[in-house]
């Protein structure tokens, strides 16, 4: 029997009983149409998360104040006010062949109010290079100059999440708006940018410089300030930045090599490998969850397949009597097997690639798939076929010809 003759009987033995090989195949196409949709969808995930964490900013690293000791006791995370924006100049000037830019962050909050319309925010207070070092940009407008950031002047721009609630109907641009009964002249809108990675709206926010925050809304006369931003032209300049940043720092800090830092240096790195670690965890645990299925449509097609050879001993039996190789009844059944897992693969594919799909639509959800997992998830199929009909089919290759024709 040559190759083709062994496929064609073998899909004439799956076409008579549609019914049963349908079933059969049933664990295959759900298996890998888990396997499919949960990849995808686990992709997609990652993805967005990672836009995410990019639209923070370029090459980030944040400074935050550390923790104080003081008579032995520790403040904790945040309890020292040595961080302030002379440090930000500082690295942004002794560090500009790593450094691309510095804004310090004042942050604040309170009600904004435009006319009948109030929404309470975020106000953050910044310095110029915080456009470059979000990678933001203006959609309307301008922000603000030296000369305003200087004088501490009560001007802003503002998220498009605030804009829309304070100035559903006007252009916000030029408008004044009230925060603590204070008027802020806004100098324009910054674009959108949605949720950041924490599920946090970045674009509920107001812009100010940091000077009018810290004297007009915090009323303080102390130069600290509650984080810098530091972007560094390369990602790859990220652990050498921040030695050098640490040094720095210590030094204007006036540290001596016994005294703990009094500031502390996260980079977007952890942040990106601790997310990706997790994605990546979820996803290996529902593929294993989705992969149980291949497993039992396996075990279905081997029983199927051992039915087979013992419903069909007399036709093993007559081929075999007139001249077919014990090699040709081996091809044949796992020509079956094969058959019916890569049928199963294919319908499990489109089945998947449909749903991640439909998923993706009703939940608003970001969906990834990858030619690569369609290609894994095929073969992977085709080769359960392979492995669980092998079995079944060395068993019928080994019959007794004249056992099988005595056969009732």
């Not at 720095?248 to 990106?272: G, S």
């Amino acid at each position: 029997m040559n190759l083709w003759m062994i496929l064609k009987v073998a899909l004439r033995a799956i076409a008579r009983n549609k019914t049963r090989s349908l079933l059969t195949a049933l664990g295959i196409i759900v298996g890998i149409a888990a396997v499919i949709a949960v990849v995808a969808i686990g992709q997609g995930a990652s993805t967005m998360m990672m836009s995410q964490i990019n639209s923070m900013g370029n090459n980030l690293i944040m400074v935050f104040p550390g923790s104080r000791n003081q008579g032995g006791v520790h403040s904790g995370s945040g309890g020292s006010q040595t961080l302030s924006a002379e440090d930000g100049e500082a690295v942004a000037r002794d560090l500009q062949h790593l450094v691309r830019a510095v804004t310090p962050i004042v942050r604040s909050g309170g009600q904004a109010i435009y006319q009948e319309n109030n929404w309470s925010t975020q106000i953050q207070g910044v310095s110029l290079d915080f456009l470059e070092v979000r990678n933001w940009e203006m959609e309307s407008g301008t922000f603000f100059t030296a000369a305003d950031q200087r004088a501490g002047s009560r001007v802003c721009v503002i998220g498009h999440t605030v804009a829309d609630n304070l100035f559903p109907y006007d252009d916000p641009t030029g408008k004044s708006l009230r925060i603590r009964n204070m008027p802020f002249k806004v100098l324009g809108v910054l674009t959108s940018k949605g949720s950041n990675s924490m599920g946090s709206d970045q674009d509920d926010t107001i812009i100010a410089p940091y000077t009018t925050v810290r004297r007009v809304l915090q009323n303080s006369v102390f130069n600290n300030v509650n984080m810098l931003l530091i972007s560094l032209y390369s990602l790859d300049d990220i652990p050498a930045a921040k030695t050098e940043i640490a040094s720095l720092l210590r030094q204007r800090h006036k540290l001596n090599a016994r005294t703990d830092d009094d500031f502390n240096l996260l980079d977007m790195t952890e942040i990106t490998n601790t997310i990706g670690s997790i994605t990546k965890l979820m996803s290996i645990l529902l593929t294993a969850v989705a992969s149980i299925s291949l497993l039992v449509g396996g075990i279905g097609i081997m029983n199927i397949m051992l039915v087979s050879v013992t419903e069909r001993t007399r036709e093993i039996g007559l081929r075999m009597a007139i001249g077919a190789t014990p090699s040709d009844i081996l091809l044949q059944f796992i020509t079956e097997a094969m058959a019916l897992s890569t049928v199963g693969g294919l319908i499990g594919v489109a089945i998947g690639v449909a749903g991640a799909q439909t998923v993706g639509k009703l939940q608003q959800w970001p969906i990834l798939i990858t030619e690569s997992s369609v290609i894994v998830a095929f073969l992977f199929s085709a080769a359960i076929g392979v492995f669980f009909g092998f079995y079944p089919a060395l068993r019928a290759s080994r019959l007794n010809p004249i056992d099988c024709l005595r056969y009732e």
